[in-house]
């Protein structure tokens, strides 16, 4: 499964940004589409994932901010993310757990005044 990410860009703190994760194949049968973020310096964390059965998981610092959902239609992974804080800077990474871990190539997301 090949992932191609974007959406990312620069806004303010406050502000929101809408990522788009496209994939290679249909993701109707892929166990778990998710988003993980890397800050310079720091460990590769999970954000957000969704189930094939629409379940979805939050870390802590992103609940009620971010949203994930997928369109099987498109083999599309979107993840809304709102009220942006500085600490949200990172570079995300789509991601598809299908037997094995499969990356898309990351997109920035830098939050600043």
């Known amino acids: 499964v090949q992932l191609q990410a974007s959406g990312g860009g620069l806004v303010q703190p406050g502000g929101s940004l809408r990522l788009s994760c496209v994939a290679s194949?249909?993701?109707?049968?892929?166990?778990?589409m998710g988003w993980y973020r890397q800050a310079p310096g720091k460990q590769r964390e999970l954000v957000a994932a969704?189930?094939?059965?629409?379940?979805?998981n939050y870390t802590d610092s992103v609940k009620g901010r971010f949203t994930i959902s997928r369109d099987n239609a498109k083999n599309m992974v979107y993840l809304q993310m709102n009220s942006l804080k500085p600490e949200d800077t990172a570079v995300y990474y789509c991601?598809?757990?299908?037997?094995?871990?499969?990356w898309g190539q990351g997109t920035q997301v830098t939050v600043s005044s």
């Open positions: 991601c598809a757990i299908w037997g094995k871990f499969y």
């Open positions: 969704t189930t094939n059965g629409d379940i979805t």
């Open positions: 194949r249909s993701i109707f049968s892929i166990d778990v």
